[in-house]
Structures are given as structure tokens and as C-alpha cells.
Nanobody, 119 residues
Framework: QVQLVESGGGLVQAGGSRSLSCAAS????????MGWFRQAPGKEREFVAA????????SYGDSVKGRFTISRDNAKKMVYLQMSSLKSEDTAVYYC????????????WGQGTQVTVSS
């Protein structure tokens, strides 16, 4: 059973930085691609970033490219999202997700952590 627990959310001023963490209880963590998604009130869930099994490949949503960085530590079974140059439109609940090797979609999700950017 996959369990994902996000942390690091909170209130941050526009232009500031924040780092989110996701602790994964996955026996074969290195066989899972990991991702971050977000959902703002009244909006659909949005893709933020993803990272491959080894961490050698990353991808980002257009709205965060150049400002956010995803990384992972397979030894610690952790995934991180470093956010910088934050904008008010980055305000959302951020979710960590995992995609098992060979699967088409992200199948497991954390409970989310709120990030609020004040202008």
C-alpha cells in the first residue's frame, strides 16, 4: 500500500520561496515516478511537476517552468518541490502523487498541503 504525506505548506509573501516535501512509504520507491499537482478553489487540478524513477528526467507545467524545481532522494524515499518567485496565483492545495512503473496514470495521492501566497 502506498502512502504519501506532504509537508511544508504555509503562508508566504509574493516573490518569496517555499519548499514542499513528500514522504513516501513505498517499498520499491525507485520504481515509481513521482509528481506534484495543485488545486485552487473553484479550479480543476493542475499538473505542476513530475520526476522519473531515477530523477534523471523532469517535466513542469507551463505556469511554473523556471520557478519550481522537483527533486527526489530515493534513499530517503522523499520527493521535494522547491518553489521560488511565488505569485498569488500559486495559491492552492499541493498534492504529491505516485505512478507505478508501467502505469498510465498517477494512482496514489497524498492528503495535500496548503500553500497561500499573499500579495
Amino acid at each position: 500500500q502506498v502512502q504519501l504525506v506532504e509537508s511544508g505548506g504555509g503562508l508566504v509573501q509574493a516573490g518569496g520561496s517555499r519548499s514542499l516535501s513528500c514522504a513516501a512509504s513505498i517499498r520499491t520507491f525507485g520504481s515509481y515516478a513521482m509528481g506534484w499537482f495543485r488545486q485552487a478553489p473553484g479550479k480543476e487540478r493542475e499538473f505542476v511537476a513530475a520526476i522519473s524513477f531515477s530523477g534523471g528526467s523532469t517535466s513542469y507545467g507551463d505556469s511554473v517552468k523556471g520557478r519550481f524545481t522537483i527533486s527526489r532522494d530515493n534513499a530517503k524515499k522523499m520527493v521535494y518541490l522547491q518553489m521560488s518567485s511565488l505569485k498569488s496565483e500559486d495559491t492552492a492545495v499541493y498534492y504529491c502523487a505516485s505512478r507505478r512503473q508501467g502505469a498510465a496514470d498517477f494512482g496514489s495521492w497524498g492528503q495535500g498541503t496548503q500553500v497561500t501566497v499573499s500579495s
